[in-house]
């Protein structure tokens, strides 16, 4: 995420955790229900019936995998991604993210594209090897030449 055509192309080929309604309130997405323990370092995310565009479910390892990948990485603007001590599933349709500090705001982190979801296939792949033919967003990649990209409707 390095422009602001990046985080424009990203919201429309990835569904994020949580989203921001017109009023700027944080509503549940690809997360339907959270809670965070007494010292808001731990929280736990329920994960909503949702599909990628090759109608797969999305999962919590999908979640799991997408999260694992800017830990690995690095790339997170909108959020340091050295504070997440660990992530896991917790159940059959939830995630656990522990924080290595308290906060109070992270729900509204997960609205951002950085935490944006990928099958688990592609998010272990490598900066810039990601193909987006699969996508959990409205649109999907289906070219590009160029700095130019086509998007299909899901």
Same mark, same amino acid.
């Given at each position: 995420?390095?422009?602001?055509?990046?985080?424009?192309?990203?919201?429309?080929?990835?569904?994020?955790?949580?989203?921001?309604?017109?009023?700027?309130?944080?509503?549940?997405? /690809? =997360?339907?229900?959270? %809670?965070?323990?007494?010292?808001?370092?731990?929280?736990? *995310? !329920?994960? #909503?019936?949702?599909? &990628?565009?090759?109608?797969?479910?999305?999962?919590?390892?999908?979640?799991?995998?997408?999260?694992?990948?800017?830990?690995?990485?690095?790339?997170?603007?909108?959020?340091?991604?050295?504070? /997440? =001590?660990?992530?896991? %599933?917790?159940?059959?349709?939830?995630?656990?993210?522990? *924080? !290595?500090? #308290?906060?109070?705001? &992270?729900?509204?982190?997960?609205?951002?594209?950085?935490?944006?979801?990928?099958?688990?296939?592609?998010?272990?792949?490598?900066?810039?090897?990601?193909?987006?033919?699969?996508?959990?967003?409205?649109?999907?990649?289906?070219?590009?030449?160029?700095?130019?990209?086509?998007?299909?409707?899901?």
């Amino acid at each position: 995420m390095t422009t602001a055509g990046h985080y424009i192309l990203a919201s429309h080929l990835l569904r994020t955790l949580t989203k921001l309604d017109k009023f700027g309130k944080i509503q549940g997405d /690809i =997360a339907a229900r959270w %809670e965070h323990s007494a010292d808001r370092k731990t929280w736990t *995310l !329920r994960i #909503a019936e949702a599909r &990628f565009s090759d109608g797969q479910r999305i999962g919590p390892a999908d979640v799991v995998a997408s999260i694992e990948r800017q830990r690995k990485l690095g790339t997170g603007v909108h959020f340091p991604f050295e504070e /997440i =001590a660990h992530v896991k %599933e917790s159940g059959p349709a939830e995630v656990e993210i522990r *924080l !290595r500090q #308290a906060r109070n705001d &992270f729900i509204y982190d997960l609205s951002k594209p950085e935490f944006g979801v990928l099958p688990a296939a592609q998010a272990v792949k490598g900066r810039n090897e990601v193909s987006f033919a699969v996508s959990s967003g409205a649109y999907y990649l289906s070219g590009q030449k160029g700095a130019s990209y086509s998007l299909k409707r899901n």
